[in-house]
């Protein structure tokens, strides 16, 4: 299997029941490449919830949700949504339903970043997951 063929992309729809598909997306994923799905799983959940709550609604630019695997055989995902204003990490509030996502993702992810697309097209989350 080449490199291009490791690349699986699901369309979000704009829809936050959408979420527990994402998460049979990855473990389907996660499955093929004989990885547990429980972090994988929750890391996407916070990711794309996040794009969706942010998106901008009166564009028609869809949130795709990206999975790889990296030279080391650790899981990468990216979330991309043309929305350009950044996530912040905030503090975590015990108290709040919500902004609690990055909070999460930084817990379990290896390493994560953001990165703006040329000419304020929108913007990548992204997450490299260990295997373990």
């Known amino acids: 299997m080449g490199q291009g063929a490791a690349e699986n992309e699901m369309v979000v729809k704009r829809d936050p029941k959408v979420v527990a598909e994402v998460r049979r997306f990855v473990r389907l994923v996660a499955g093929q490449w004989g990885m547990d799905d429980f972090v994988p799983c ?27 695997r990296t030279e080391d055989d650790a899981l990468w ?39 703006a697309l040329a000419e304020n097209a929108g913007k990548v989350v992204f997450a490299v997951i260990d295997r373990t």
């Open 42 to 68: 929750l890391v996407a959940s916070e990711l794309v919830t996040n794009a969706l709550q942010h998106a901008k609604l009166e564009t028609d630019e869809d949130v795709v949700l990206r999975l790889s």
């Open 77 to 115: 995902m990216e979330v991309q949504d043309a929305a350009y204003d950044l996530p912040q990490m905030l503090a975590a509030d015990t108290t709040s339903e919500t902004g609690r996502g990055l909070f999460i993702v930084d817990q379990y992810a290896r390493c994560w970043g953001i990165r």
